[in-house]
C-alpha cells in the first residue's frame, strides 16, 4: 500500500534536504575567509625593539676602531632610532607584565649607561677584547612576551571557533528559497494523486516549521521529514467515528450508500454487512439500485452468502420505495440496522443526482457514506467533493486501497471533504476491511 508515493517523497525529501544543506555551504565559505583576512598581525614593540638591537654588534665593533667621540654619536643616533620605532608602533594592550616592566624601566636606561661606561674603559685596554653578552633584561622579556601572547591568541582562538561553529551548525532558510525547494516534493505529491489544495496546506505547515527558523546541519534531513509528516498527520486528522458504537445508538439505524459506478459500493456493502454480523448486531439490505437487474443479483447473492435477508424490487421499479420498504421491514423484525445501496451515478449527470436525494429524502439516514475507488485518484476527490457539496455525507469508505501504490486519494478525500475516513476496502474477501488507522498509513508512508 503506498508504495509509489512512499518513494516519491523519500526521494523528493532527499533532494529538498540536500539542497538546503548546500545553502547551508554558501553562507561559512564567506564567512571562513574572513579570519584570515582580518588576522594580520603586525611586529610586536618589543620585536622591533629587538631588531634594532640586533645592529648593535656591528655598532660596537665600528665603535672599537673609531674615536670615542664618534662612538657617542652613533649611540646616540640608535636612541633615536628607538624612540621613532616606539612613536610609529601603536601602543598596545597593557597586561600585567607589561606593566611591571613599565615600573623597572628607569633603573633599566640607568644600567645601560652604567655599561656603557664600563665598555669605553675596556676599549682603552686594547689588549682585552670584550665579548658581548645579551642583557639578563632581554632574556626576562622573552618569557613574559611569550605569555602575554599566547593569552590573546588562546581568546582570540575561542571566540573565532564558537563562531565559526555556529556557522556551520546552523542557518536561516529564507522563504523564498524555501518555495524554490519545495518544488521536488511539491511534484512528488503531484504525480501521487495528492490533491492541489493538500499540497498547499502541507507547504503551509511545513514553511512555519521550516522559514526563519534556525536550522542544524546535522538535523536538516530529519527536520523536513519531522515537518512534512506533522502536514500530513494535520491533513489526515480528522473527527473520529467509533462506526459500531454509532450504530447502535438508534433502531434501525439507516445508512444509504452512493458513489459513481464501478466504485465497489455492492461489495464494500457486503463486507461492512458481515463486520456488523460479527459484532452480534442484525442487519438488513436494501437493493435501491433498480437500474441495473444485475445489481440486484449481485447483491442477493451476497446476501445469501452471508445469512442476511435482501428487501429487492423488480428492475426498474423506483428506487425510494425499495429503501422505504427496507426500513419498515427493520421495524417489523426488530432489526437493528438498514444497508441501502443505491446504483452508481455520476455527479456531473442532474437527473440521477435528483434521483439521488430523493432516496435520501424518503429514507432519511442516519449515517450517509461515501465509496470511493482510491485507484482512480485525483478524480475519486473531486467526485466526493461534489457529493458533499450536493447531498451530503457522514463518512467515507475507500475501496481497493490495498492496490492503492500512490496512496494520494487517501490522503486528499478526508481533507477535501472534512469527513472522517471510516474504512479501507483491503482485498476481495469479505473480511476484507478495516477500520480506518491514521498511524498505519503514516507507517506506509515511511512517516
Given amino acids: 500500500m503506498f508504495k509509489f508515493l512512499k518513494e516519491k517523497l523519500k526521494s523528493a525529501v532527499s533532494i529538498f534536504s540536500r539542497k538546503v544543506e548546500e545553502e547551508v555551504e554558501e553562507e561559512p565559505k564567506a564567512k571562513k575567509e574572513k579570519p584570515k583576512e582580518a588576522k594580520k598581525p603586525e611586529k610586536k614593540k618589543e620585536e622591533l625593539k629587538k631588531e634594532a638591537k640586533k645592529e648593535k654588534p656591528e655598532v660596537a665593533e665600528k665603535i672599537r676602531k673609531e674615536k670615542p667621540e664618534a662612538k657617542k ?3 646616540k643616533e640608535i636612541k633615536q632610532e628607538e624612540k621613532k620605532v616606539e612613536e610609529e608602533v601603536p601602543e598596545e594592550k597593557k597586561g600585567f607584565f607589561a606593566k611591571l616592566k613599565e615600573k623597572f624601566a628607569g633603573p633599566k636606561e640607568e644600567a645601560e649607561e652604567e655599561e656603557e661606561e664600563k665598555e669605553e674603559k675596556e676599549e682603552k685596554k686594547p689588549e682585552k677584547i670584550k665579548e658581548e653578552k645579551p642583557k639578563p633584561e632581554e632574556k626576562k622579556e622573552k618569557p613574559e612576551e611569550a605569555e602575554e601572547e599566547a593569552e590573546e591568541e588562546a581568546e582570540e582562538k575561542k571566540g573565532f571557533f564558537r563562531k565559526f561553529g555556529e556557522v556551520f551548525t546552523t542557518k536561516t532558510l529564507s522563504e523564498s528559497k524555501f518555495d524554490e525547494i519545495f518544488w521536488e516534493l511539491e511534484v512528488a505529491m503531484l504525480e501521487n494523486n495528492v490533491a492541489v489544495a493538500v499540497i ?20 536538516i534531513e530529519e527536520t523536513i521529514i519531522g515537518a512534512l509528516r506533522d502536514g500530513i498527520d494535520d491533513v489526515l486528522t480528522q473527527e473520529k467515528v467509533d462506526f459500531f458504537k454509532t450504530i447502535k445508538s438508534k433502531k434501525p439505524f439507516v445508512i444509504c450508500f452512493f458513489g459513481i459506478n464501478g466504485s465497489g459500493k455492492t461489495t464494500s456493502i457486503a463486507k461492512l454487512a458481515n463486520a456488523i454480523k460479527k459484532k452480534g448486531i442484525s442487519v438488513v439490505l436494501a437493493a435501491a439500485d433498480t437500474f441495473r437487474a444485475a445489481a440486484i443479483d449481485q447483491l442477493q447473492k451476497h446476501g445469501d452468502n452471508l445469512g442476511v ?30 444497508l441501502i445501496d443505491t446504483a452508481g451515478r455520476s455527479h456531473s449527470n442532474a437527473n440521477l443526482m435528483d434521483e439521488l436525494k430523493k432516496i435520501i429524502r424518503v429514507s432519511n439516514p442516519d449515517m450517509k457514506i461515501f465509496v470511493g475507488d482510491s485507484l482512480t485518484g485525483n478524480d475519486m476527490v473531486e467526485q466526493a467533493e461534489k457529493y458533499a457539496e450536493t447531498t451530503g455525507i457522514d463518512g467515507i469508505i475507500l475501496a481497493k ?47
Fill in 200 to 219: 498547499e496546506k502541507i507547504k503551509s505547515d511545513m514553511k512555519a516549521k521550516l522559514v526563519n527558523q534556525k536550522l542544524k546541519r546535522s538535523a
Fill in 309 to 338: 435477508k435482501v428487501i429487492k424490487s423488480e428492475y426498474g421499479s423506483d428506487a425510494a420505495a425499495v429503501a422505504y420498504d427496507a426500513i419498515q421491514y427493520a421495524k417489523a423484525k426488530n432489526i437493528d440496522v438498514v
Fill in 73 to 75: 654619536e652613533i649611540k
Fill in 401 to 447: 486501497a490495498d492496490v492503492d501504490e500512490k496512496g494520494g486519494a487517501t490522503i486528499s478525500a478526508a481533507y477535501v471533504t472534512k469527513k472522517p475516513i471510516l474504512f479501507l476496502g483491503s482485498g476481495q474477501g469479505y473480511d476484507d476491511i478495516e477500520e480506518f488507522d491514521k498511524k498505519k498509513i503514516m507507517g506506509n508512508l515511511g512517516l
